[in-house]
């Protein structure tokens, strides 16, 4: 049996809540298989887009190997985008993580590192037109509760980052231990990436 994977964490100023920690709580279940670390640029302590502050684990200077890549989004992107440090930590870590995954408008951020090029990605579908300006390479789906293509995981908004996180279980451990997670949690997985009604009601689809 392979030792745990490591989960490296983005955080910026005005992340959103539930995009880092209803994943988190999915992957917390299968602590056997995942280490879990909070890192942002500079370390130390970073406020949600909510209030409350989560202490890092790492900068992006002292973050140890990564196998899976976790952005959440949040008002913060906005401004994140526009950040170079970010961007290229991200396109180094990218290349050599295992998966790549986002929530949210975290896909603006991996968009604009150019790290989905080519690829069918999703995001927030109440922002999903200013996620889909940072880069026109990008295959932009307009319905989906998350998107994997290759090695990279994308979901729409905040609560949907849960259900890619089971699904994530699902690949690297089992689908019994993705069950067990959403079990305990008491939680009804939305195992369909195809299964999202917020694109229409956003007026990306039709009804």
């Not at 994140?80 to 990218?94: F, G, I, S, T, Y």
């Not at 037109?129 to 319905?143: G, N």
């Not at 994308?154 to 699904?167: E, R």
């Amino acid at each position: 049996m392979r030792s745990k994977r490591t989960i490296g964490v983005v955080l910026f100023e005005d992340f959103e809540l539930l995009d880092v920690f209803g994943p988190l709580e999915m992957f917390g279940m299968a602590a056997d298989h995942f280490e879990i670390r909070l890192i942002s640029e500079h370390g130390g302590v970073v406020a949600s887009r909510q209030g409350p502050k989560s202490v890092s684990d790492d900068s992006f200077e002292s973050a140890p190997a990564i196998d899976v890549v976790l952005v959440p989004g949040g008002i913060g992107t906005r401004r994140e985008v526009d950040n170079p440090v970010l961007l290229d930590w991200l396109q180094q870590r990218a290349q050599q993580a295992e998966l790549v995954t986002s929530v949210c408008t975290g896909s603006a951020l991996l968009a604009k590192a150019g790290v989905l090029d080519g690829m069918r990605a999703t995001t927030n579908k109440l922002a999903f037109a200013w996620a889909a300006s940072q880069s026109a390479k990008v295959q932009w789906q307009q319905q989906a509760r998350w998107v994997e293509d290759r090695k990279f995981f994308t979901s729409s908004g905040v609560s949907a980052g849960i259900d890619m996180s089971l699904a994530v279980i699902a690949k690297l451990v089992s689908h019994q231990a993705a069950e067990q997670a959403a079990n305990f949690a008491e939680y009804d997985w939305h195992r369909d990436a195809d299964w999202d009604p917020f694109a229409a009601l956003h007026g990306l689809v039709g009804d």
